[in-house]
Nanobody, 120 residues
């Protein structure tokens, strides 16, 4: 299996910055797409940003220009630099990876989530 562990969440004032990290581990054979999703209370989980193994990125309109996703392929890491944070960015942020590991099929894998709270 592919295990994902997020870190870097916390409490920050509006206008501030946070950097989330996600480490993938396990008997990984290949990881294609990596992404960050978020889920605010009472709302559905939504895609924040994703990045392919080749470095192509895509962002939700709500974070375009404020967030930057990056990855280190060799270390199976993905990052989310969040700038100019707004109250509406408060949510649990989840790391996602599409890949496969020894003995496991291609599939979507999820981290446990990390809380980001933006205060006024």
């Amino acid at each position: 299996q592919v295990q994902l562990v997020e870190s870097g969440g916390g409490l920050v004032q509006a206008g501030g910055s946070l950097r989330l990290s996600c480490a993938a581990s396990g008997s990984i054979i290949s990881i294609n797409r990596m992404a960050w999703y978020r889920q605010a209370p009472g709302k559905q989980r939504e895609l924040v940003a994703h990045i392919t193994s080749g470095g192509t990125t895509n962002y939700a309109d709500t974070v375009q220009g404020r967030f930057v996703i990056s990855r280190a392929n060799a270390q199976h890491m993905v990052y989310l630099q969040m700038n100019s944070l707004q109250l509406e960015d408060t949510a649990v942020y989840y790391c996602n990876a599409y890949g496969y590991a020894l003995g496991s099929p291609w599939g979507d894998y999820w981290g446990q989530g990390t809380q980001v709270t933006v205060s006024s």
